[in-house]
């Protein structure tokens, strides 16, 4: 397990597909392609609602974030660029 605390963009965007790919069984290369308007949650059928909890985890063991149950919605899980955006700001906020 990596714990990353002071992400740049770059560096953020390789540890949160890589997660991704981890979490959800994805082909690397599948989850490296991801854009900022890549669908997640409901586009991709390996991101159900049992893997959010598990993707949510990893994102804190990785990042060295809390994530708090009020923070989750579905907003945040619909676009690549979304869940970046929030993570970016958790990153930001401690």
Known sequence: MTVSHNLDGAALDLELKGLIADVLGLDPDQAQAFGPDSGLFGHLP????????????????????????????????????????????KLGGR
């Open 46 to 89: 390996e991101l159900d609602s049992m893997a959010v909890a598990g993707l949510l985890t990893e994102m804190e063991d990785r990042l060295g974030i809390v994530i708090e149950d009020d923070d989750v919605d579905g907003e945040m899980l619909e676009t690549y660029g979304a869940l970046r955006a929030f993570a970016e700001a």
